[in-house]
């Protein structure tokens, strides 16, 4: 994922409590998913639609039959939910560091024991807006490697994160890190192969922490996109899509089989949503998402 602009630390000093309509979001979004009956629930990722203003994009998801719009953050809470809409994946946060670094981003993730007091703080409040909102996941970064071994990235990684999930069930929020390509896109994020992020997983065994695994990045990786979701899908908390190669319409022009992916992700008893993350190529791209929904509206 390529993420808009990140949420700093005055931005929760501006948030007001919106549980009530929270309460109303979770009630709708739970019958929803008693009814959805095997189908496929959809949402979509905003920063891939920057130039539409987000009061104009829930229109269209509403529209289009979309459930959620993810990768935002506390200050566009309450836009979604006067649109009745749901945020299956809230943004990262970012916290300042050392000589002006930011923390938080893809680059630098939970791999290094000294950005995990920086993490701690920026994602404690972050995790609390998300549980009051009635938005139950929030994403994190390995980061890179910048020479270190994967072996030693995944203790660190679990060191940190073991002090953030006590957190994180209180609320009942989960963390989710996200399997992203190092090859075209991310070059030297340590997540990148499902068997590192599954082994993360292991090492935690928490209900609260899983990966985002994201179709688009993993089939640059590794391929076997059906095979890897049906034997690992129990660490796959929620999914992405894009066109390979390019990341754009996910249709005939590219590699991937959709509605035979969208299929094996059904057969494992996923009831989340599937979050459209390609980068549209065309002038209406509002009408490619549209395509896209209906590519992968299967079962």
Same mark, same amino acid.
């Given at each position: 994922m390529n993420p808009p602009a990140p949420l700093t630390r005055r931005h929760f000093g501006k948030l007001t409590s919106v549980s009530a309509v929270a309460a109303l979001l979770r009630g709708q979004m739970e019958a929803a998913e008693k009814a959805a009956g095997g189908k496929v629930r959809h949402s979509v990722c905003k920063w891939c639609y920057k130039?539409?203003?987000?009061?104009?994009?829930?229109?269209?998801?509403?529209?289009?039959?979309?459930?959620?719009?993810e990768l935002l953050d506390p200050p566009d809470f309450a836009t979604l939910q006067k649109h009745g809409l749901h945020c299956a994946m809230v943004s990262f946060p970012t916290i300042e560091g050392p000589g002006g670094v930011k923390i938080g981003p893809?680059?630098?993730?939970?791999?290094?024991?000294e950005h995990h007091d920086l993490l701690i703080q920026a994602y404690e409040p972050l995790l609390k807006?998300?549980?009051?909102?009635?938005?139950?996941?929030?994403?994190?970064?390995?980061?890179?490697?910048?020479?270190?071994?994967?072996?030693?990235? +995944?203790?660190?990684?679990?060191?940190?994160? #073991?002090?953030?999930?006590?957190?994180?069930? &209180?609320?009942? =929020?989960?963390?989710?890190?996200?399997?992203?390509?190092?090859?075209?896109?991310?070059?030297?994020?340590?997540?990148?192969?499902?068997?590192?992020?599954?082994?993360?997983?292991e090492k935690l065994s928490s209900a609260h922490f899983g990966l985002l695994y994201d179709i688009y990045h993993m089939q640059i990786m590794e391929g076997d996109v059906i095979a890897t979701v049906k034997k690992h899908h129990a660490h796959f908390f929620h999914y992405h899509t894009g066109g390979v190669p390019g990341r754009a319409e996910i249709d005939e022009t590219q590699e991937l089989n959709y509605p035979a992916i969208i299929r094996a992700i059904q057969e494992t008893?996923?009831?989340?949503? +599937?979050?459209?993350?390609?980068?549209?190529? #065309?002038?209406?791209?509002?009408?490619?998402? &549209?395509?896209? =929904?209906?590519i992968c509206s299967v079962g």
């Open positions: 130039d539409i203003p987000l009061e104009q994009m829930c229109l269209a998801a509403k529209e289009i039959g979309l459930e959620s719009i893809i680059p630098k993730g939970w791999n290094r024991l807006a998300s549980a009051e909102a009635g938005f139950h996941q929030v994403i994190c970064f390995s980061g890179n490697r910048d020479g270190m071994s994967d072996e030693q990235g +995944l203790e660190n990684c679990a060191t940190g994160l #073991r002090r953030l999930l006590p957190t994180a069930e &209180k609320l009942g =929020v989960k963390l989710v890190m996200e399997l992203l390509n190092s090859k075209v896109n991310h070059p030297d994020y340590m997540c990148d192969h499902s068997a590192w992020g599954v082994a993360l997983c008893g996923y009831t989340g949503h +599937l979050g459209q993350e390609f980068i549209p190529k #065309r002038p209406d791209k509002l009408a490619s998402l &549209k395509q896209a =929904v209906g």
